[in-house]
């Protein structure tokens, strides 16, 4: 990449322009009118004013908010900035910092943006601003940033605040003439400041801009959520009560959502979706239901702006009062508060920050006159821009949807994964389980056209956090389908000794946030016991296997693959579930567990740097899991902010050591006189933790000091993360949808009987979407000597990792986001 002359200027101000609390409903006209304001505002209006009353019209000045992660995004466009040889500007106190210029608005250094990846909000302030939303106002924001040569702007908000620097660009041609013909400014500094760039990153943990799938904060957001749950949880099974967790999102359930999938809640209530006019005696069925079933508490999740289909507000309190009227239960309000938006931003929010930042350091780069102001966003693990204000309307849309009892159509609106979220959900928890009666099992409610089959779950390979998640998931699903349910202990090993027992709805109550296995799971392949597990799929009548593992359930799929030739009895569909910390299974870029262990290692890397800050010239070495896959040590040395991260699929030379060992000598010399070093524990035969250890130790006498960690098996324990929870739930669901059917397909003579290559697949996420890949295809894909595939999609955040730490390198930007397009249909089907 060519360095060039840029001035970047920093804006992080997200602004949202709601009152917090209920207002009226505005009937279909005036929604319709006020949406019609944000596309194109009339002449002679003020843009900002009109926008007061899109979202409320009641609302008289916006509220200014943070999200956690948004300081890792900050770091990012600092550095890749001045990396690109432009200068960057802080602007403190948001919008008006920019209005009042002076010290509020600062240039950027290098160590500057130190130790802030593990701070929550945003370190250089966020304040409300009346002023901007007057042409006064922003006059003279325009006069500052034309005084500083400052034409890019980069903003990480919400819908307001991205719509509010859309409406300032649109007027800049003519803010630069008022200015000059003022005399504020010259002729010169109007033609240098003739267009002004606009890109914009989405921060905010209601995750309720649509265009992306995640936004900066959300997941942070989940966690802090997640850990209140699961203590509460405890405690309601020891007192057997029922709870009513009140969490965030007043005009979008997607945190309620995710997180009765991700603790397996009882109930929940979201604004997109209100409850059926009888919803009150189906609740308190349903919690009756599962305590006859044997469960000591009931967890219910409401979002804020919960309400019913007459757009009346369902609060916690009435949901309390109803369950002790009806049932009498011991029952408890938490309200959450902004507890949600404070605490260390999670390993995934530092990444998308980062990543997001260095996407939108690259489209002002490319910027011209002409091209629309643009969103960063994530789709799937890709990243994408969109154009702007496509993005803002149809989350505008989403208002007007709901504003008009069209429900069915905010829901589609908010995209094809919140959409999946609710499907899952509404089937783990709204439809009845079976129930038993004397040998036969009468379900209430299933799909009578896929039949009842027999199909095993089972763990292989080592431990990961989410696999009882996905166990759990799989076999229910299973159940509300009409199926036998079986679970297999301890692996291949557990199926070809008959360790199988049948499993019903309670057996894997309360798993979804257990970490480990719950079914025990072992590295045994099956090809040396073909005979006896044959002997027992016959035996248990199995007709269909889901194997939820790592590198040895794909190969454990492989090797049943080839027993086909042998035995009939391994003619049965089969999927396997990428589950293992090392996220090295061919055809998926994500597995089940790498999260959980990403967050462990950035959790004990934060706590090593804190150290290393207080005692100053100190480089810590960590070794990471991950066998030859460099995932793990590569993803958490961007989250982590290490100055390097040596890995298998990167060889490195002894010289590249020398080099690492020159670039922290020249670090010390900074006020940044700390290091990190991260090592996956099969880069190197011969340059192991403790070669490194040495050899920094005696590089760096009298400059700095060396220490080691190895994280060893930590990285495979711990309660699984939410991002896991949710992942496993999903895949489980997903894949037992997909057994059934091809079960059903490949029913023949009064038998199943299937031995076509798609009957036994790998589920993984592939760039933006769920795949079922044939594991014989996936061969080709394989470095089986080293259990890794041959392509892996992170190795190309890799240079990003290196620029942040400092290093002169070249950076491709010959693959890159491209301008994309919301598409929306006026029918009600999204794909966003």
């Known amino acids: 990449m060519r360095k060039v002359e840029l001035h970047l200027k920093l804006f992080i101000s997200v602004i949202q322009s709601r009152q917090l609390v209920r207002t009226p409903q505005r009937t279909a006209e005036e929604a319709s009118t006020s949406s019609m304001l944000i596309q194109k505002p009339p002449s002679g209006t003020d843009a900002l004013k009109n926008l007061d009353t899109v979202d409320d019209p009641d609302t008289v000045e916006g509220i200014s ?3 956690n992660g948004m300081n890792a995004a900050v770091r990012a466009v600092v550095r890749v900035g001045i990396y690109t040889g432009a200068r960057v500007f802080f602007v403190h106190e948001g919008y008006q910092g920019l209005v009042d210029g002076g010290d509020n608005i600062r240039e950027a250094t290098w160590e ?4 802030m990846l593990q701070l929550g909000g945003t370190v250089i302030g966020s304040a409300r601003c009346k002023d901007f939303r007057e042409r006064e106002g922003r006059l003279r924001a325009a006069h500052n940033l034309v005084k500083r040569g400052i034409t890019n702007l980069c903003v990480i908000g919400g819908d307001g605040s991205l719509t509010g620097a859309d409406t300032f660009r649109s007027e800049w041609s003519d803010l630069l003439s008022d200015l000059q013909k003022s005399g504020k400014i010259t002729a010169e500094e109007a033609t240098k400041s003739s267009f002004l760039n606009i890109v914009g990153l989405v921060g905010s943990i209601d995750n309720d801009f649509c265009g992306t799938d995640m936004t900066i904060g959300t997941d942070s957001a989940l966690h802090r ?24 999102g007043r005009h979008c359930g997607y945190l309620a959502l995710v997180t009765s999938l991700s603790c397996g809640a009882d109930w929940v209530f979201i604004p997109e979706c209100p409850p059926d006019d009888d919803w009150e005696e189906h609740l308190c069925r349903r919690l009756s ?30 949901i309390k009062n109803l369950v002790v009227k009806r049932l009498g239960y011991d029952t408890r309000v938490t309200v959450l508060g902004h507890v949600q938006r404070g605490g260390t931003p999670s390993a995934f929010d530092r990444i998308l920050g980062s990543r997001m930042g260095v996407e939108a350091v690259m489209a002002l780069l490319e ?14 693990n890709q990243a994408v821009r969109l154009p702007l204000m496509e993005c803002v309307q149809v989350t505008k849309d989403v208002t007007r949807a709901m504003n008009e009892r069209k429900f069915d159509e905010a829901m589609k609106l908010r995209g094809r994964s919140f959409m999946n979220n609710w499907e899952v959900y509404k089937l783990l928890a709204h439809v009845r389980p079976p129930v038993s009666k004397g040998k036969e099992a009468h379900v209430l409610f299933l799909w009578a056209n896929l039949g009842s089959y027999t199909v095993a779950v089972m763990n292989v390979g080592a431990p990961a956090a989410g696999m009882n998640a996905a166990v759990r998931s799989t076999v229910r699903i299973g159940l509300i389908q009409g199926n036998r349910m079986l679970v297999v202990h301890d692996g291949f090993e557990g199926l070809a000794k008959g360790q199988i027992e049948e499993a019903g709805w309670s057996y894997v109550g309360g798993w979804t946030g257990q970490g480990g296995s719950k079914l025990g799971t072992k590295r045994t392949l099956p090809k040396k016991s073909f005979e006896q597990i044959s002997a027992n799929i016959t035996k248990f009548n199995i007709q269909g296997l ?22 009939d009895e391994f003619c049965i569909p089969f999927v396997v579930i990428p589950a293992t910390v090392s996220n090295n299974v061919p055809g998926s870029d994500f597995s089940v567990g790498a999260d959980t262990a990403l967050n462990t290692i950035c959790m004990t890397c934060d706590r090593i740097k804190q150290s290393a800050a207080g005692t100053k010239r100190r480089v810590f070495i960590i070794e990471t899991m991950g066998g030859y896959c460099g995932y793990l040590a590569t993803m958490a040395g961007l989250a982590a902010g290490a100055d390097a991260a040596y890995i298998f699929e990167e060889p490195f030379t002894i010289r590249d050591l020398q080099v690492n060992v020159e670039h922290l000598v020249q670090k010390m010399k900074t006020t940044v006189k700390r290091g990190l070093v991260l090592r996956n524990e099969k880069c190197n035969e011969n340059y192991t933790t403790d070669f490194i250890f040495n050899l920094y130790s005696e590089e760096g006498k009298g400059i700095f000091d060396s220490r080691k960690n190895v994280l060893g098996h930590m990285q495979q324990g711990g309660s699984p993360t939410p991002f896991d929870r949710n992942f496993a739930t999903k895949m489980g669901a997903k894949a037992m949808n997909w057994m059934s059917g091809k079960i059903k397909e490949s029913y023949r003579n009064g038998r199943i009987f299937a031995n076509t290559p ?18 014989t295809e996936l061969k080709e894909q394989t470095d089986f000597e080293h259990r890794i595939p041959k392509e892996q999609w992170w190795l190309k955040l890799r240079p990003i990792l290196k620029i942040l730490a400092k290093y002169e390198i070249d950076l491709d930007t010959t693959e890159h986001a491209h301008l994309e397009h919301v598409t929306r249909k006026r029918s009600g089907e999204a794909n966003v």
């Open 65 to 67: 908010i943070f999200a």
């Open 112 to 115: 500057s943006v130190s130790m």
């Open 225 to 248: 959520i997640i850990e209140i749950v699961d203590a509460i949880t405890t405690t309601a099974q020891s007192h057997q009560r029922t709870f009513v967790l009140e969490v965030m």
């Open 289 to 318: 239901e599962t305590r006859n079933r044997g469960s000591r508490l009931n967890i219910i999740i409401v979002a804020e702006g919960a309400i019913d289909k007459s757009g009346k507000s369902i609060s916690s309190e009435d």
């Open 367 to 380: 910027g011209t006159p002409d091209t629309p102001a643009c969103v960063v966003s994530l789709s799937g």
């Open 546 to 567: 889901v194997l939820i593992g790592g590198f040895e359930a794909y190969t454990g799929g492989l090797e049943l693959m080839e027993g086909r030739k042998l035995y």
């Open 758 to 775: 798609d009957s036994g697949c790998v589920l993984g996420m592939r760039k933006r979407a769920l795949v079922f890949q044939p594991v």
